[in-house]
């Protein structure tokens, strides 16, 4: 599989899915907040299955090394 969560994205899901954890596992929240590892997880290993589902990208696009355009 290859990535689909990039730079910025993959932050803001990383710090979401932290603070939905750390609420859930201290109470504030309740058991929906536990969703949260979904997020880190998504965050920490960069592939989201509904990005790619729906083609999705947020990753930095990346040019062919070595083509010569003259």
Request: glycine residues 14%; proline residues 1%; aromatic residues 10%.
């Amino acid at each position: 599989m290859t990535k689909n969560v990039g730079g910025i994205d993959r932050i803001l899901r990383i710090v979401a899915g932290l603070t939905l954890v750390v609420l859930a596992f201290t109470g504030v929240l309740g058991a929906w907040a536990w969703l949260g590892s979904i997020v880190l997880a998504t965050g920490l290993v960069g592939i989201c299955m509904p990005y790619q589902w729906f083609g999705f990208n947020t990753c930095a696009i990346k040019t062919e090394t070595g083509t010569s355009n003259q």
